[in-house]
Nanobody, 120 residues
């Protein structure tokens, strides 16, 4: 089955930057939408950004102008460049990919999550 391995999380000061990576393995064909979600304690998981196979992107209002999502289809990898980080960005960040499945259906797969902490 498809597995996603995330990396790049850590502790940074406000205003700092981090770059998250998520590499998918076991992909038989291409990947549809790839995205990043985050979840803080006591808060429901929310979409941060996603990117379609054609390169179209969607961002949460809270991260527009600060975060950039990109993908490398040859490596089946999605990235999230996070700049001007704020304490409210602190959360566990999860990668999600959507892949073609049988009978015209699609299947979602989730990464294990990586902790991002923004604190002085």
């Amino acid at each position: 089955q498809v597995q996603l391995v995330e990396s790049g999380g850590g502790l940074v000061q406000p205003g700092g930057s981090l770059r998250l990576s998520c590499a998918a393995s076991g992909v038989m064909r291409g990947i549809n939408i790839m995205g990043w979600y985050r979840q803080a304690p006591g808060i429901r998981r929310e979409l941060v950004a996603d990117i379609g196979s054609g390169g179209s992107t969607t961002y949460a209002d809270s991260v527009k102008g600060r975060f950039t999502i990109s993908r490398d289809n040859a490596k089946n990898t999605v990235y999230l460049q996070m700049n001007s980080l704020k304490p409210e960005d602190t959360a566990v960040y999860y990668c999600k990919v959507n892949v073609p499945w049988y009978f015209g259906q699609t299947q979602d797969y989730w990464g294990q999550g990586t902790q991002v902490t923004v604190s002085s």
